[in-house]
């Protein structure tokens, strides 16, 4: 939905290709030596990949559509804020 919406649509090859490398991905953590179970993963995008950045960026870029408060993004960073209003007295 999020590819649709900034126009990557109609060729269903790239579309099906970016869909089959997102899905059905699993991972395992290493540490000293022993290895964990694989495990399904669910969410995010592979790291170090080219298409990882703007895959980023389209996946946050309407999220302050909804966020009524300030929202400030720098790279892989999102800060939501508010600037409390101060009345002067006379």
């Not at 649509?9 to 991972?27: A, F, H, M, T």
């Not at 298409?51 to 939501?80: E, G, H, Q, S």
Request: a neutral charge; hydrophobic letters at 45%.
């Amino acid at each position: 939905m999020k590819l649709a919406a900034h126009g990557i649509v109609g060729n269903v090859l790239v579309l099906k290709c970016i869909e089959d490398w997102l899905s059905n991905r699993k991972q395992c953590v290493v540490l000293n030596g022993c290895f964990s179970e694989w495990r399904d993963v669910i969410s995010g995008v592979p790291q170090r990949s080219v298409l990882d950045p703007l895959l980023f960026i389209i996946y946050i870029n309407d999220i302050d559509d909804r966020v009524a408060c300030k929202i400030m993004k720098f790279a892989d960073d999102t800060k939501i804020y508010h600037i409390p209003c101060i009345q002067m007295q006379m």
